[in-house]
């Protein structure tokens, strides 16, 4: 099942803060992706998906809107 990450961090009851601690990235970053502000590297879009078992799909962070 493909979702976004701000819905990800809702559904499992992370915070930004949390979820930047658990995979080693700035809050601003995580909040940036999950608001679609910014995009993340290719690097970082993997580790997301690492992090979520898969729920939230690199190739899904990487698309342009």
Known sequence: MNME??????????????????IGYSRNQI???ANRKIKPSQRLARIIETATNG???????????
């Open 31 to 33: 909040s940036g992706i």
């Open 55 to 65: 729920d939230v799909k690199a190739e899904d962070l990487l698309k342009e809107e």
């Open 5 to 22: 990450l701000k819905i990800y961090l809702v559904k499992n009851r992370y915070t930004v803060k949390q979820f930047s601690e658990k």
